[in-house]
């Protein structure tokens, strides 16, 4: 059972905006890093954003991310047909011993 | 650019066990913290453990602790993931994935492999 709470689903028809809440606690987000992750189907997942707001390179700025206290979010701008896929926020956790926890998943639907 | 390939699927009885591979390259093993994420058919992600830097140890998720091992052989730039004592919902697909020093994110992934634990 992951303890980064994301909502089930998103959906908006192309060229809208979409955004991602990924809620966690003083010992994971509030204290780390976070990171997206997208997952196409039937692909592995792809880092999306590094470091809270971070994008790696060949990522359109399309994509943003954000930080406040214990909670991250992801947008998504103009969005694409392309951009259907399941999305994760990760982090670390330093409850008991450290671990890489993930957020339970969003699948973002391009209506 | 580094890039992660791992090893084919595998079909195990329960209680076997199971080993994985994923071989760097554009990188050496020495250079990244390898770490292993599974996935469930239809579920989300789920982190198994990986190389800690800063005690230079591998370090386990606790669900995991004493049923797998991940090891590395630098001479050849592969990392493994043996996880023992299988039974059904280890069924999954197992992705390696890399960190950089001071990182911690995962970039790149390995493709994945498909794990399916049936009598």
């Known amino acids: 059972q992951s303890v980064l709470t994301q909502p089930p689903s998103v959906s908006a028809a192309p060229g809208q905006k979409v955004t991602i809440s990924c809620s966690g606690s003083s010992s994971n987000i509030g204290n780390n890093y976070v990171s997206w992750y997208q997952q196409l189907p039937g692909t592995a997942p792809k880092l999306l954003i590094y470091?809270?707001?971070k994008r790696p390179s060949g990522i359109p700025d399309r994509f943003s991310g954000s930080k406040s206290g214990t909670s991250a979010t992801l947008g998504i701008t103009g969005l694409q047909t392309g951009d259907e896929a399941d999305y994760y926020c990760g982090t670390w956790d330093s409850s008991l011993s450290a671990s890489y926890v993930f957020g339970t998943g969003t699948k973002v639907t391009v209506l | 650019q580094v890039q992660l390939v791992q090893s084919g699927a595998e079909v195990k009885k329960p209680g076997a066990s199971v080993k994985v591979s994923c071989k760097v390259s554009?990188?050496?093993?020495?250079?990244?913290?390898m770490h292993w994420v599974r996935q469930a058919p239809g579920k989300g992600l789920e982190w198994m453990g990986g190389f800690d830097p800063e005690d230079g140890e591998t370090i386990y998720a606790q669900k995991f602790q004493g049923r797998v091992t991940m090891t590395e052989d630098t001479s050849t730039d592969t990392a493994y993931m043996e996880l023992s004592s299988l039974r059904s919902e280890d069924t999954a697909v197992y992705y390696c994935a890399a960190t950089g020093t001071l990182e911690d994110w995962f970039d790149p992934w390995g493709q994945g492999t498909l794990v399916t634990v049936s009598s």
């Open positions: 470091d809270n707001n």
């Open positions: 554009g990188y050496t093993l020495t250079e990244l913290s």
